[in-house]
């Protein structure tokens, strides 16, 4: 094993350094936070130096206009008495801190399970017509699908839901003109009764917004219920939407069944369950386990590659498993791992999931990292893989905390935290923008908060409904890039956020700032 150099990392397999590119997310550490396990003196110098660049800006405060005075009169970098800022950073956290959201009425219920927002084309009349649909599930089992566009203004039937305001509830407030969102629409024969509870919608491989793709399909599992396991489905959008047909019952078809729980999944494709996780041919349905174990794999993340998959566990822990390793039929013949609980001295799961420490070990089947293995305080919630720095990911945990990790080094803790969730026990999903400059997260206290994901701020914390904010969804798709300097151009009116769907048990909503 090689020891630590500052700027690079130690690939174990391929036994040599490689350096650590930035400017990456999450470069700046909160020291208030409780869950630091190491000092500035240990940490990267790249944290470090940042770090004092981004704690003064959390406290400028300017607003936009004297923001863009000050950028036309000394450039992108915003000098004051507490320190220096990134115009173009400050400027979108400006906007992002004051969004405005929409209620969609008659939506009790329909997105308090998963949602995922889709590309596809319409046959019309008078052709294909491209259009967004969201496709929503939820925790009583169905599922729905709306359109999200303005094809279905056209038409007088199905059902149609309308967009209501709830913040600002100050309409004087409003400073910023932003296009109230269509209403949405759905058609008949546009929902149907799964066999439990909906516990996961993944679209199946990449795709993009100008493009249509030949194979379009969306993964959807159960949750499972008492007299039967949880279930893998296909949904099958590839060829165009027809509204005069039933649109999902004749695309939808049952892909395997477990005997146990489905918690979530991940494309392609992976099945996290009460037992581990499972790797599932889409197309024969064929399992082959790759890990298991006796705590429940709560959430996971397949990474880039899709040969490395995260599986967040209930009892706190974080664990690594390379799936390349041959998968067999029975979990027997899978490698036995023997895995300590972190010491009373560093950060440890809680009591309860320890039961008090009386254990000091658990055990795990499969192809395992053990140096890649970290500990939350209490069970996972989320896992959030980020795209564009393919190394990070965000995890959860039920007791509230949220923290950013680096694949590279992982063993020396956290690269970030963020303070103000509040959690005890609900699975509550994080969504991350397209850009991957914000995520948010619901709250047991009903409240929703966004945070940057470079500097920790947390932006927005209000409340505006009467339940859990536990589904988050933004669209995968970044926006087509034009050239350099049309994008300098256009920083004042891009739309950096796509808007974001929230669904609960009260119902849908969408926020989006200018």
Not at 45 to 62: A, D
Not at 237 to 247: E, F, G, N
Not at 341 to 357: A, E, H, L, V
Not at 420 to 427: A, E, I, P
Request: net charge positive; proline share 5%.
């Amino acid at each position: 094993m090689g020891v630590d150099l500052p700027g690079f990392y130690f690939d174990a397999e391929k036994n040599r350094y490689f350096p650590i590119k930035g400017p990456i997310p999450g470069s700046s550490r909160n020291s208030s936070s409780a869950s630091t396990s190491y000092s500035s003196t240990t940490a990267p110098k790249s944290l470090s130096k940042s770090n004092l660049v981004n704690k003064p800006c959390r406290r400028i405060g300017i607003k936009t206009a004297k923001l863009l005075r000050v950028r036309e009169l000394h450039g992108k970098v915003i000098t004051s008495s507490k320190g220096k800022c990134n115009f173009q950073e400050e400027y979108q956290k400006t906007h992002a801190s004051k969004p405005m959201i929409w209620k969609y009425h008659g939506t009790k219920s329909i997105g308090d399970g998963a949602l995922e927002q889709i590309h596809v084309n319409i046959g019309m009349p008078h052709g294909l017509i491209g259009t967004d649909i969201l496709l929503a599930g939820s925790a009583s089992g169905y599922l729905s699908l709306c359109e999200v566009g303005k094809v279905g203004q056209q038409f007088d039937y199905g059902d149609k839901f309308m967009p209501d305001c709830v913040w600002p509830l100050n309409t004087r407030k409003r400073e910023v003109c932003v296009e109230v969102p269509v209403h949405l629409w759905r058609p008949p024969g546009a929902s149907m009764l799964m066999s439990s509870n909906i516990s996961c919608i993944k679209m199946c491989g990449k795709h993009s917004n100008t493009e249509s793709s030949s194979m379009q399909h969306v993964l959807i599992t159960t949750l499972g219920s008492e007299t039967s396991g949880g279930s893998v489905n296909v949904l099958n959008l590839s060829d165009p939407l027809d509204y005069d047909l039933p649109v999902l019952e004749r695309r939808a078809s049952k892909v395997t069944s477990f005997n146990c729980t489905v918690w979530t999944a991940d494309c392609s494709s992976d099945g996290s369950t009460d037992l581990g996780a499972a790797l599932v041919n889409l197309e024969t349905g064929v399992q082959s386990w790759v890990f298991r174990c006796k705590s429940d794999v709560l959430s996971l993340q397949l990474d880039h590659s899709g040969r490395i998959v995260l599986c967040g566990l209930r009892n706190g822990a974080i664990v690594t498993v390379d799936t390349r390793q041959k998968s067999e039929e029975f979990s027997a013949r899978l490698t036995r791992h023997r895995i300590p609980y972190p010491s009373r001295g560093t950060c440890k799961p809680s009591s309860r999931i320890t039961q008090n420490f009386t254990k000091q070990w658990f055990e795990l089947k499969g192809n395992i990292l053990h140096s890649d293995i970290v500990y939350m305080p209490s069970s996972i919630s989320c896992l959030a893989s980020l795209q564009l720095y393919d190394r990070y990911f965000l995890s959860s945990s039920m007791d509230g905390s949220i923290r950013l990790y680096d694949h590279r080094l992982i063993r020396r803790g956290p690269l970030q935290s963020y303070e103000g969730n509040m959690n005890s026990h609900t699975r509550i999903q994080l969504g991350v923008d397209p850009y991957e400059r914000f995520f948010m997260s619901g709250g047991e206290d009903c409240n929703l908060r966004l945070w940057s994901i470079k500097s920790g701020e947390l932006l927005f914390e209000d409340n505006f409904m009467d339940s859990v904010p536990s589904i988050v969804c933004w669209p995968k798709e970044l926006p087509r890039v034009h050239d350099e300097m049309q994008n300098q151009r256009e920083v004042y009116s891009q739309d950096y956020s796509q808007g974001a769907w929230l669904g609960s048990q009260e119902g849908l909503f969408y926020m989006c700032w200018p």
